[in-house]
Each structure stands twice: as structure tokens, then as C-alpha cells.
T-cell receptor, first 114, second 114 residues
Framework: GESVGLHLPTLSVQEGDNSIINCAYS??????FIWYKQESGKGPQFIID?????DKRQGQRVTVLLNKTVKHLSLQIAATQPGDSAVYFC?????????????FGTGTRLKVLA | DTAVSQTPKYLVTQMGNDKSIKCEQN?????MYWYKQDSKKFLKIMFS???????INETVPNRFSPKSPDKAHLNLHINSLELGDSAVYFC?????????????FGEGSRLTVL
């Protein structure tokens, strides 16, 4: 099936350090990307998005970088906290004509060490 | 108020049975989705409806039949359940059109087929 990103890896980070989660996407025509956070037993929650006409977008403690040349997204979390422990997914939109068809990556599990 | 709600949260059933999962959103969104998340956390789109009209059908077996009685509801009926149908099913909604397209997910319905 279609997929974005790699097999589910785990990233362990010390509390207070910065985290960088990476994602590779496959369709150069994708125009919109979202990072989602999924905590155990819950549905994915929106973190931050970016359109293909941008290469960087910042939110509160999070930054998304987009490199269209190599079809790569990254999510940077500053001063990682225990509450950041979750599985993080990137998603690319392959919809057309105003529709949204999101293809999700396989996710990265972030573990925050006290 | 829960924005996207699904019932039931857990469903355990025997192979060959027929079951339904219901979803409702109170966000006033035009578009609703069903996603399947397997044991490896991979999220795959199944269906999408826009204003009660099917717009995405990702080659899901025809044992799966979505139904949208109105734009606030999207139900999923599964006939002749198989072991491989065991997964967590997520309903989501988005505004679509010229908006950001952010998906709002429900809490998921864990289906276990014995």
C-alpha cells in the first residue's frame, strides 16, 4: 500500500532536550503536510501544518521544516517534556480539487526520559 | 462536548459476524473519513464522504460499507468479519474546501475478531 516514512522507530530523548522527528514522503505533487501526535488509547491530534510553498513554520515549541528537493519533513520539539511522549505521524495530502486525501507515515514513537 | 465521537469504543466478535461502528461530528464539517490503524500503528484511509457523497474509496473489500445519512454522521458496517479486520478504526472530519483541511479524529473503535 501507499506509505510515507519509515518503519515505526523509537526516539528516546532526555527531558529538556530538543527532539527531531524525521519523515520522508513519496509524492512530489503533494501540496500540504501535517504532523499529528497520538497518545496511547487516543486518536491522532493536530500539531502543526505546512504548505508546499513554505519551507519552515513555527508553533509553540514546535517547528516543521519542509525540504521539497529531497521530499523530507521534520518536526522539531523544543525543550521536550514528559507530556510529549507519544507516536508522531507525518501526513501528506494527495487530494485534488479541494479534497483532502491524507497518506500517513508509519510514525515515530517519542519516549521522554526523566 | 466531544467533537468527533464514535461508538462503540471496543468491539469483540466472532469471525463471520456483521458489525457496525457509528460516528458523529458536531463541528459542522462537510467531510468525514474512516481510517484503519493496524497493530503496527499504520494509519490507512478507507473512505471519505463530502456532504453525504462518497469521494474516496480506497479499494476496501466490499464487505465494508460506509453510510452517511447526513453530513454529521458516517457509519461503517462490516459484513462477514475476518481475523484480518481486527484493528482500531478511526473516524475523522475536516472542513475541506479552501480551509486548512486539518483532520479531527475520534477516539477510535478497537475491533477484535476471534
Amino acid at each position: 500500500g501507499e506509505s510515507v516514512g519509515l518503519h515505526l522507530p523509537t526516539l528516546s530523548v532526555q527531558e529538556g532536550d530538543n527532539s527531531i522527528i524525521n519523515c520522508a514522503y513519496s509524492n512530489s505533487a503533494s501540496d500540504y503536510f501535517i504532523w499529528y501526535k497520538q497518545e496511547s488509547g487516543k486518536g491522532p491530534q493536530f500539531i502543526i501544518d505546512i504548505r508546499s510553498n513554505m519551507d519552515k513554520r513555527q508553533g509553540q515549541r514546535v517547528t516543521v521544516l519542509l525540504n521539497k528537493t529531497v521530499k523530507h519533513l521534520s518536526l522539531q520539539i523544543a525543550a521536550t517534556q514528559p507530556g510529549d511522549s507519544a507516536v508522531y505521524f507525518c501526513a501528506e495530502n494527495r487530494g485534488t480539487s479541494g479534497t483532502y486525501k491524507y497518506i500517513f507515515g508509519t510514525g515515530t514513537r517519542l519516549k521522554v526520559l526523566a | 462536548d466531544t467533537a468527533v465521537s464514535q461508538t462503540p469504543k471496543y468491539l469483540v466478535t466472532q469471525m463471520g459476524n456483521d458489525k457496525s461502528i457509528k460516528c458523529e461530528q458536531n463541528l459542522g464539517h462537510d467531510t468525514m473519513y474512516w481510517y484503519k490503524q493496524d497493530s503496527k500503528k499504520f494509519l490507512k484511509i478507507m473512505f471519505s464522504y463530502n456532504n453525504k457523497e462518497l469521494i474516496i474509496n480506497e479499494t476496501v473489500p466490499n464487505r465494508f460499507s460506509p453510510k452517511s445519512p447526513d453530513k454529521a454522521h458516517l457509519n461503517l458496517h462490516i459484513n462477514s468479519l475476518e481475523l484480518g479486520d481486527s484493528a482500531v478504526y478511526f473516524c475523522a472530519s475536516s472542513q475541506g474546501g479552501l480551509s486548512t483541511g486539518e483532520l479531527f479524529f475520534g477516539e477510535g473503535s478497537r475491533l477484535t475478531v476471534l
